[in-house]
């Protein structure tokens, strides 16, 4: 469903800008991306427990070998927020790198 641009200076051409989903799993079956930026808390899970399909959608993108960065604005300590990752097996499908996975 295309999204009606407000009046601009910029031609676009009539190309589809913004395509809506109820989820990547699909966009994660077609290899198009080759990175992901995922916010943890309401993409990944709940809170308390992983959304249906968010383990199987990065299995599915750690096979194609799309780089993952997961993203947050927790307040939490990244040692408290690795745990959590880890005991819902999110942990074990990426790579850290970086000072934020310290």
Known sequence: MAVPLPNCAVSTND???FQFSTG???LAESRRFKAWFLDQF?????GKKPYPGAISTLEKLAKSGANMVVISNSSRRASVTHEKMRSEMIL???RLEG???I
């Not at 309401?42 to 709940?46: A, M, P, S, T």
């Open 15 to 17: 190309a589809q800008l």
């Open 24 to 26: 990547i799993q699909h």
């Open 42 to 46: 309401g993409v990944l899970h709940d």
């Open 92 to 94: 074990g499908l990426l």
């Open 99 to 101: 000072p934020a996975s």
